[in-house]
């Protein structure tokens, strides 16, 4: 399915795009593009719902032929068997989520590269989108088969696609809330951007996997102990090392977790969450778990921190972690 708009809240200086977007005219209401695509209505305003559009009046002529088209293979995944009714829901929805982030960077990004300081004409924009669409479009496809290849690769080839043993990771801007009150939004949304790159770029160049990320915190999980302390450590010499990011605290721990629709859950996550809220900045505090697994290893050096009370946990207790050459620093927690 590919719009969220009623045809009358469409622009009409900008039917053109439109029409480019979303390959056709909107031709049908809601009861219409169910009975065409013959799933029942009820079930097709659920999943349009799980895609993160809202609702349209049952009279609104709002779909396209390409809706028809969306609703008729989601169905067709369940009557075939590949999925069942609530995994196609869970699929829409997590779908929808990650594409409408990717919708709006794109169009944030290409507005800005045209580096307009007027409104785009009707018969400019929809040249852009004419020609634009398609590369993307081409291009989500290819980036998508990697990381299904990639991912299949982990989870197929370790046998078990349930429960998973891996190092997971927080790592999280010190302070980010009260800058937020002392910079212009151009200036908050270059400093995201900033950290989200580089905390991007220094997790898949070790070998780990971005989970999620939310504004200054990124979620990270690597299947080898010993990776997710890389990442931790220099994902804090990267971004400490970069004047224009403010310092990070990070917190990882090492156990089984659920791994589902590209989310993962358990208490290592838990526990990862609590040591970044417990470390200091500029630090990487550890679970137990993970300490042990890199007991023996010359490159690190860990040194057990008091145990605290945290949000779940009576006692927490952690390590901080630090590459064996670097100075004691300032007095553990």
């Known amino acids: 399915m590919d719009t969220d708009l009623p045809a009358t809240q469409a622009e009409p200086s900008f039917q053109a795009v439109e029409h480019e977007l979303l390959g056709g005219e909107r031709r049908y209401t ?24 809202p609702d349209v009046g049952d009279e609104e002529v709002a779909f396209t032929d390409r809706d028809v088209e969306a609703l008729q293979t989601v169905r067709s995944l369940v009557d075939s068997g590949v999925l069942d009714e609530e995994a196609q829901l869970s699929v829409t929805r997590a779908m929808g989520q990650s594409l409408s982030r990717l919708a709006e960077w794109q169009v944030a990004t290409i507005a800005e590269a045209l580096g307009r300081t007027e409104p785009l004409q009707e018969q400019d924009a929809a040249a852009v989108a004419r020609e634009l669409v398609p590369v993307m479009e081409g291009l989500i496809g290819y980036v998508w088969r990697r990381h299904l290849a990639a991912t299949a690769g982990r989870v197929l080839g370790g ?112 526990i990862a969450s609590r040591l970044t809220s417990a470390a200091r900045p500029g630090s990487v505090l550890v679970d137990r778990e993970l300490a042990a697994a890199l007991e023996g290893d010359d490159r690190w050096r860990l040194r057990r921190v008091p145990p605290r009370p945290v949000r779940g946990y009576a006692l927490l207790q952690a390590f901080r972690l630090r590459r064996a050459g670097d100075p004691d620093g300032a007095a553990e927690h």
């Not at 593009?33 to 719902?49: C, F, G, I, K």
């Not at 905390?199 to 915190?217: C, F, N, S, Y």
């Open 30 to 53: 809601r009861a219409q593009v169910a009975e065409l695509a013959h799933v029942d209505a009820e079930l097709a305003r659920t999943l349009w719902r799980a895609l993160g559009f």
């Open 159 to 270: 046998g078990d696609v349930v429960a998973r043993t891996m190092a997971v990771g927080f790592a999280d801007l010190v302070g980010f809330t009260s800058l937020t009150r002392h910079v212009s939004e151009e200036e908050l949304a270059t400093l995201v951007d900033r950290f989200e790159g580089v905390a991007a770029d220094t997790i898949a160049e070790l070998g780990g996997r971005v989970v999620k990320t939310v504004g200054d915190e990124v979620m990270f999980s690597a299947d080898i102990p010993r990776t997710g302390a890389e990442i931790a450590v220099a994902l804090s010499e990267r971004i400490g090392g970069d004047d224009t990011l403010p310092d990070l605290r990070v917190g990882v721990a090492c156990g089984t977790v659920l791994s589902r629709l590209g989310d993962v859950y358990g208490e290592p996550v838990n």
